[in-house]
Each structure stands twice: as structure tokens, then as C-alpha cells.
């Protein structure tokens, strides 16, 4: 008779809540029961008057391992999937409509081979095409109501960048650049013997050939395997050290602009190399470092500011379960 009159007493203040936003429907008790009746599981936080329950999260997970193609989770991702259900119920919910999904949803379906195992693949997740749509739904809904929010307080201003750029200067260096030609022979580490015997013999005869004095543009474009640079005689363009491998920069470093070729093996395979022109390393200015100065005070800006904002909504929720 108690358990009967509990699940009567929770019915009544959701539905009166619903209505009147009564005290009673924010009340852990009232829906620890209506989840058992409506078996979503146990309740984890009330948001305002909405319970977040197990059921939710997990349905949450099997969304976000169907995203991701894996169907593995640990602690560690539940608690970071539940503190995100959590805050996109406390978001404003105005205007969602699944619509907002729609470019999402064939991005993530063209990952696919067609439309048949798209959907085999939802159904052995356990998730519906209109659950997804809503979630993503959802999330971009959230993502840009944040945006909207915090807009004008992440906006970076001219004199902010000149500060930041004075009191750094020395983080903005143009590192040395190198401006060098290849011709370039396949011949990644692990490759057959036979295979890497053929092509020492062929970079000996590229030897061979530049030292009788053919043109290096010509040949390159004849021989070299490098698709990318070989229809512009195997120039490479400027390029830092982070840019290439480390043996051919270390290579390309000891030559002078314009000086004979150097033969060497990379853990991609083999280089006829040729420096064309070096600038050394130097201050950026400030119109240079203006972008990437402007990115970081934003990025820092908005990490304040987010803080901030999910504090204000955390004062909307209550924890229940750990």
C-alpha cells in the first residue's frame, strides 16, 4: 500500500509541477520513484525540474561510441559523458529543432559505405536515427547558445594584441627556412631487400646522370616519385624543420644554396637533395604575429569566461548519485 501511495504521491507532483512549477516536483524523492515507474533507472541529478537518470546516460554512451566506432567506455568517459548530459540540460532549450542536425548527420553518414550499413550500424548500437538526430540536435543547439553568450566578452581588441605581442616578442620567431628541390625514390623502412636494392641502384644512376650535367627540373620530373613536386622540377617550396623529416632538414641544413646535389636515405626512401635558397631565422612582426596572437588571448578569454558560465549553470543542478 506505501509503494503504491508513493508512486500516486510522485505522478501527482510531476503533473502538478508541470503546471504550477510547484517545490514538489524538484524533490530528489519524487523522481528516485518515477524512474522506477518509468524505468529509466537511478535518478543521477536534477536539473531545475528535470531528472537525469542512468537510462539517459546510457543512451548517451551508445550514441557517443557509435560517433566514435568503438563500443568501449571507462570510468573516466562516463563521468565526462554524465557531466555533459548534465549541462545540456541546464542550457536553454528555446528553438531546437532537429533541422539544425541535418549537415551534421550526413557528414557523420558518409563516413559510411552507404545508407544500408548506416543504419545496420545504428540498430546494433541500440540507437535510433531519431534519437541521434535529436542529440546532435542538441549539442550544436548548446554549442551556440555558449557561443552567443560569451561572443562579446571573448572579443579581442588591437591594443590587447599589441600588449600581449610586447610583453612576448621573444615567443615569435620566424624559425630558418629552407627552400630545396628532390628527386625522390619510394622506399619506406621495411621494404623488401630486392626492392631496396633496386632502388640504391637507381638513385646511383640519378648520381650518375646529374654529374654528366642533365637538368635536375628535367629529370625530376622524368624519374622522381614524389607526384607532388616532381610537375615543378621536385621543388619542395620553403619549409621549417617541423615540416620534414629530421635526417633530410639536418641534410638540407649543411648545404649551401645552389651547390651540387647531396644522396642520402630518409625512413621514407631515397633523395637526390638540392638546396635553392635559405632565409635564417628571425623576429615575426607584429602584423604577422597579429593572428596567432589574437587566437591565444581568445582561447584564454573564453576559458575564463566558460568557467564562469558553467559555474552559473552549475548552480542549477543537483547531485544525486556520484
Known amino acids: 500500500m506505501k509503494s503504491v501511495t508513493r ?30 515507474i518509468f524505468q529509466r533507472g537511478q535518478l543521477v541529478a536534477l536539473v531545475g525540474q528535470s531528472g537525469v537518470f542512468e537510462a539517459d546516460l546510457g543512451a548517451r554512451l ?18 565526462a559523458l554524465r557531466d ?3 549541462a545540456s540540460e541546464a542550457l536553454p532549450t528555446n528553438a531546437v529543432t532537429t533541422r539544425d542536425s541535418d549537415p551534421a548527420l550526413v557528414a557523420l553518414r558518409n563516413q559510411f559505405a552507404d545508407d544500408r550499413q548506416f543504419r545496420a550500424i545504428l540498430q546494433r548500437s541500440g540507437v535510433s536515427q531519431r534519437t541521434l538526430r535529436r542529440t546532435l540536435a542538441e549539442t550544436i543547439h548548446g554549442e551556440d547558445w555558449i557561443e552567443s553568450q560569451i561572443a562579446s566578452q571573448v572579443a579581442v581588441s588591437d591594443a590587447e594584441v599589441q600588449k600581449y605581442f610586447e610583453q612576448h616578442q621573444a615567443e615569435f620567431m620566424q624559425p630558418k627556412r629552407i627552400r630545396a628541390r628532390h628527386i625522390f625514390l619510394a622506399a619506406p ?16 644512376d640519378i648520381a650518375v ?15 622522381s616519385e614524389d607526384e607532388a613536386s616532381k610537375t615543378h622540377g621536385g621543388d619542395l617550396g620553403f619549409f621549417a624543420a617541423n615540416r620534414m623529416p629530421a635526417e633530410f632538414f639536418e641534410a638540407a641544413e649543411q648545404l649551401p644554396p645552389n651547390a651540387p646535389p647531396r644522396f642520402l636515405q630518409s625512413h621514407l626512401g631515397f633523395h637526390a637533395l638540392q638546396v635553392t635558397d635559405v632565409h635564417p631565422a628571425r623576429p615575426l612582426t607584429l602584423a604577422e604575429a597579429t593572428p596567432e596572437v589574437t587566437a591565444l588571448i581568445m582561447a584564454e578569454k573564453r576559458r575564463s569566461v566558460v568557467a564562469v558560465l558553467e559555474s552559473e549553470l552549475a548552480q542549477r543542478i543537483r547531485f544525486v548519485m556520484k
Not at 502538478?16 to 524533490?27: C, E, N, P, Y
Not at 650535367?213 to 624519374?223: K, M
Open 7 to 36: 508512486i500516486l504521491f510522485a505522478l501527482f507532483a510531476i503533473a502538478a509541477g508541470a503546471v504550477t512549477d510547484d517545490w514538489l516536483v524538484r524533490l530528489p524523492a519524487v523522481h528516485q520513484v518515477a524512474g522506477r
Open 62 to 79: 551508445r550514441e557517443k561510441q557509435f560517433c566514435a566506432g568503438r563500443k568501449d567506455s571507462d570510468e573516466a568517459e562516463r563521468v
Open 209 to 223: 646522370r646529374l654529374g654528366r650535367g642533365e637538368d635536375f627540373g628535367e629529370l625530376a620530373a622524368a624519374v
Open 189 to 204: 623502412e621495411g621494404s623488401a631487400p630486392e626492392l631496396m636494392q633496386a632502388k640504391q641502384h637507381a638513385i646511383l
Open 84 to 86: 555533459e548530459l548534465i
